[in-house]
């Protein structure tokens, strides 16, 4: 499918969008950044560059200080910053379906590409090069103006559909890899770089960094070191990867052949949990709901196997899934892994924050059609959580033999990204890594 038209689609949809943000907000115009390099502290060296999110919503031009200026009515106005430099590859140039859809003007130098803008009055400026932005006379980073371009992130495009369909075909492809070097008795560094290869990338082009994690490391729900020795017994894969800033964001629980029974019957009904779970989130319901319902089938999932020695609804009512699911079951996914809006009440930014009992659930929202978001359900056995019950009122509801027999398998994530349409829930990621 050709992008041109699609991406045509999307800088309409924000052109429109932004229109009524800005005359909401009470301005004329609007300059995106795409963001300055900074260095580590007492260093000269560059960490990875990344843009600014609202500039690679309407531009999937690489590097720093491109200037994007927007003014309803007119085309969008791209002010690309390139320098004479033999330092540096002036990139970002990769594909050109983007265009014709833009009017395109070279800067070389800071000062030319800041000039270029003029001054235009009452115009906002998102980004991080604020004291050029005052010099200009540019209201920097408006909160309100900044809360309702958030809430139009939250509804994908065509365009942006597309983006993340290609990003999820890479990321399962390296899931694939990285399953198969497990297999193979590789070790965690060496499933990451199986998995790195396999997308076609370096590791700053991923999305976030990978989760790799061997038998009790899955216990730790962002571990990143990858020094754990090969032949595990369980891997927690949590890996993702990015197509034009849009991100796939993929969890898969594999164990090795022969391991406990009852580990391998818990990475099933996860799974089995994680996909009913997906279906269920239909337009009109709460995204709560979901993390609840999360909750009642851990719960389930516990006293079947005989973990909690109780029912699953007391178990449920008793709070005791809390220390087996201590994440939210899901987010926002977009141009960011980890995407924005998720807890707007509406698009003046009005707070929407999570429940007490649940105070890591970053989506809050209504599901309604557009949205992207993940659903991973987990299931863990982590001691600093669990060790407060082994003498609290509710220790005999727990099965502590059994569970401390599983500790060293570290625990179960298993995580799709959803789009949600007028019809129902699609799941992108079993469309493409069905297992």
Request: net charge negative; glycine share 10%.
């Amino acid at each position: 499918m050709d992008l041109a038209p699609l991406f045509s689609g999307h800088i309409e949809r924000l052109q429109a969008e932004t229109g009524r943000a800005l005359a909401a907000t009470g301005f004329d115009s609007l300059v995106l950044g795409s963001g300055t390099p900074f260095t580590y502290f007492a260093d000269d060296e560059d960490a990875p560059f990344r843009s600014n999110p609202h500039f690679a919503h309407w531009c999937p031009l690489g590097g720093p200080h491109h200037l994007l200026q927007v003014v309803p009515g007119k085309r969008p106005r791209l002010v690309r910053y390139a320098p004479a430099d033999y330092w540096y590859e002036q990139g970002g140039l990769f594909e050109d379906f983007w265009l014709d859809a833009l009017d395109l003007e070279p800067a070389g130098s800071l000062e030319e590409a800041w000039r270029a803008l003029g001054r235009p009055a009452r115009a906002a400026y998102l980004g991080d090069e604020t004291d050029r932005a005052a010099a200009a006379g540019l209201a920097s980073n408006p909160a309100p103006l900044l809360a309702r371009l958030d809430w139009v992130r939250s509804y994908k495009d065509a365009y942006e559909v597309r983006s993340l369909e290609e990003a999820t075909a890479n990321g399962a492809r390296a899931h694939r890899a990285a399953r198969a070097a497990f297999a193979g008795g590789a070790t965690e560094l060496e499933i990451h770089q199986a998995f790195v290869e396999a997308v076609g990338a370096t590791e700053t082009e991923l999305p976030y960094t990978t989760i790799v994690a061997l038998d009790e490391k899955a216990a730790t729900l962002h571990y990143q070191r990858k020094r754990s020795r090969g032949d595990g017994k369980v891997l927690l894969l949590d890996a993702g990867a990015a197509c034009r800033r849009y991100a796939c964001d993929i969890t898969r629980t594999t164990p090795a052949a022969g391991g406990d029974p009852r580990f391998a019957a818990l990475v099933g009904r996860m799974d089995e949990l994680e996909q009913e779970l997906a279906s269920s989130a239909r337009p009109g319901r709460a995204y709560l709901d979901v993390h609840v319902e999360a909750h009642r089938g851990v719960a389930r999932i516990l006293c079947g196997l005989g973990l909690l020695r109780v029912g699953p609804e007391e178990a449920f009512d008793k709070g005791l899934t809390h220390p087996f699911l201590p994440h939210g079951v899901g987010h926002m996914l977009g141009i960011q892994v980890h995407d924005v809006a998720g807890r707007q009440a509406d698009p003046t930014g009005t707070p929407a924050p999570p429940p007490p009992q649940y105070p890591f659930l970053r989506n809050t929202r209504t599901i309604e059609a557009g949205q992207v978001f993940t659903i991973e359900p987990g299931l863990y056995f982590i001691p600093m959580l669990l060790d407060p019950f082994r003498g609290g009122a509710q220790a005999a509801a727990f099965d502590w033999k059994a569970i401390d027999a599983l500790l060293p398998y570290g625990g179960v994530r298993v995580e799709d990204n959803v789009l949600v349409t007028a019809k129902g829930p699609r799941n992108l990621t079993r469309e493409r890594l069905p297992d």
